[in-house]
């Protein structure tokens, strides 16, 4: 299959080879020859996970892959109905930060995955989705992703003067505080916790694993 797909554009060749064989085949038509054909140099890569189409972005392009899809004429992403964020330490690339988008044109749904190593920020898309606010906020809370040019970023659930980032696969199932109320000062306080941590080991294999 992609073998017969023209190349009117440089890097298309390079995308092709990184597909999954399902994906190939998808990017015979649709919503993946479209963005492949426009901007082959700035998409990874792409999977196709049952029907659902996974594009695979680095934040550099994050915002013109974006973009792209929400305006461009024949696609239409115009909703992000949710960002997902997906936790991988033994990845180099650690993090997957899931785009959950919505073309009601096209009555299709895409995912744009986000790929970041620790520690790195990824741009805001808020002037693009106004929902992602939130969501930035909460991946910000909860796995230590920095957001570039948010508006207002700040913990969502967790407490002020909270430490880490919860639902981080390496941050501790008994956290590293524990806040209680203190009879004799009358006030709540945050003390060490001095419970042991139960040491964990993860298994990665799994049927689901799509990048």
Known sequence: MASSVQTPVAGFERLLSKLSPKAAQELGSGPGLTLAYALPTAVEGMVLQDTHLQVHVRPKNLRQVLRYLRDEESLQ????????????????????????????????????????????????????????????????????????????????????????????????????????????????VSTPVELAQEYRVFDYASPWKTF
């Open 77 to 188: 992403y115009t909703t992000l109905t949710a960002m997902n964020v997906v936790d991988r330490p033994t990845a180099e690339l650690r993090f997957g930060v899931v785009y959950q988008l919505l073309s009601y044109t096209l009555e299709h749904r895409l995912q744009v995955i986000c790929l970041v190593y620790d520690h790195e920020s990824i741009p805001s898309v808020v002037d693009l989705y106004p929902s992602a606010q939130w969501s930035e906020c909460e991946n910000w809370d909860m796995f230590g992703i920095h957001t570039l040019n948010h508006p207002n970023l700040y913990r969502l659930l967790t407490d002020y003067g909270f430490e880490g980032h919860p639902l981080r696969k390496d941050y501790p199932l008994s956290g590293f505080t524990e806040v209680r109320y203190d009879e004799d000062l009358q006030q709540v």
